[in-house]
């Protein structure tokens, strides 16, 4: 059974930083890209960031570029996400969701709150 379990939100003032993480489970992810996406009460959930599980390539929405980065560790079949210079509209549930060729996995998500 897939599982993807996030972790690292939190309270946090504007101007800080903070990690997220995703560990995955349940099977091989080689063949996935993996993302972040987020959602405010209200609003469709958007895509912030994704890398290719096989070779690292990443891509960034452009509200996120140059203070967020996306990363992972093969060995630990873990996700990252490292937020920098965090502003007010970044509070949200931070999801993770890995992007397969039949399947498509979510995690539960996690709170990110940034206070002014």
């Known amino acids: 059974q897939v599982q993807l379990v996030e972790s690292g939100g939190g309270l946090v003032q504007a101007g800080g930083s903070l990690r997220l993480s995703c560990a995955a489970s349940?099977?091989?992810?080689?063949?996935?890209?993996m993302g972040w996406f987020r959602q405010v009460p209200g609003k469709e959930r958007e895509f912030v960031a994704g890398i290719r599980w096989s070779d690292g390539f990443t891509d960034y929405a452009d509200a996120v570029k140059r203070r967020f980065t996306i990363s992972r560790d093969n060995a630990k079949n873990t996700m990252y996400l490292q937020m920098n210079s965090l502003k007010l509209e970044d509070t949200a549930v931070y999801y993770c969701k890995a992007i397969g060729v039949r399947n498509d996995y979510w995690g539960q998500g996690t709170q990110v709150t940034v206070s002014s």
């Open positions: 349940g099977r091989t992810f080689s063949s996935y890209v």
